[in-house]
């Protein structure tokens, strides 16, 4: 298991398990307006973070995220 401690590392986990493309410029950037994302991407983001960090994330609270930053928080702050 690995800790999510910082962005860099977030950024990672989203390109290499996830396999969604982003930077860390993009990650305050509303989901709705990210190229390319979708639920399937949101369930892999759940898993991988939870897989990888050992972090449970309350189901309700990812959904109303509006960011992946927003998910980084509460994967963080866990």
Not at 1 to 30: I, K, N, Q, W
Not at 57 to 69: G, I, K, P, S
Request: glycine share 4%.
């Amino acid at each position: 298991m690995t800790t999510l401690t910082t962005s860099d590392d977030y950024v990672r986990l989203l390109r290499d398990l996830v396999g969604f493309p982003v930077s860390a410029y993009e990650l305050d950037t509303p989901l709705d307006l990210l190229y390319g994302w979708d639920s399937v991407h949101l369930l892999k983001l759940v898993t991988a973070i939870e897989r990888e960090s050992g972090v449970r994330l309350a189901v309700t609270r990812v959904l109303e995220a509006q960011t992946l930053n927003e998910i980084f928080v509460l994967a963080t702050s866990a």
